[in-house]
T-cell receptor, first 112, second 112 residues
């Protein structure tokens, strides 16, 4: 089946540690996105990539990093510089010619 | 910048009641508009979309009409079911491949 997978579903880390969230898609989409969702709030864009080996900062990129070495994969690293990392992280993908974005199931990160 | 405003929830309804969730937007140009739905613990699913003024998007009994004169995209369903309990997000996009701008989400709870 085509789709977007994110792993793990739940992730726990100690403060001061970097952590990498996985996002893989087999939809052959060029564009991929990372959003952050906080309780009772909408989604905010962290980073996005419209093509392999290229990515742009979104609205809240500070404390995060990404890579796009393969079309299928867009991992997000939450660094120790991110002041409030506990959140629900959603990955999405889309074609460059379409307005639609397709979302993965999300990873809930808890940092204590 | 662009923004989307949704009515705050939670909205609590009885089964078979009529549902309306208000959504208004601020954007330059001619954005495309979307409604996404998020069931508990899951990612977002595209519910419906409209790409130009006066377009009506519809899916699973839900409808929304793109009203440019009032910059609105209100979501309606004539008879809700318990399974419609979820968080609903209104969103806009300015161009293919760009970021989605989300409203804050509206939680809907349908009671039997």
């Amino acid at each position: 089946d085509g789709g977007i997978t994110q792993s793990p579903k739940y992730l726990f880390r100690k403060e001061g540690q970097n952590v990498t969230l996985s996002c893989e898609q087999n939809l052959n989409h060029d564009a991929m996105y990372w959003y952050r969702q906080d309780p009772g709030q909408g989604l905010r864009l962290i980073y996005y990539s419209q093509i392999v080996n290229d990515f742009q900062k979104g609205d809240i990129a500070e404390g995060y990093s990404v890579s796009r070495e393969k079309k299928e994969s867009f991992p997000l690293t939450v660094t120790s510089a991110q002041k409030n990392p506990t959140a629900f992280y959603l990955c999405a993908s889309g074609t460059g010619s379409s307005y639609e974005q397709y979302f993965g199931p999300g990873t809930r990160l808890t940092v204590t | 910048g662009d923004s989307v405003t949704q009515m705050e929830g939670p909205v609590t309804l009885s089964e078979e009641a009529f549902l309306t969730i208000n959504c208004t937007y601020t954007a330059t140009g001619y954005p495309s508009l979307f409604w996404y739905v998020q069931y508990p613990g899951e990612g977002l699913q595209l519910l419906l979309k409209a790409t130009k003024a006066d377009d009506k998007g519809s899916n699973k009994g839900f409808e929304a009409t793109y009203r440019k004169e009032t910059t609105s995209f209100h979501l309606e369903k004539g008879s809700v079911q318990v399974s419609d309990s979820a968080v609903y997000f209104c969103a806009l996009i300015k161009a293919a491949g760009n970021k989605l701008t989300f409203g804050g989400g509206t939680r809907v709870l349908v009671k039997p």
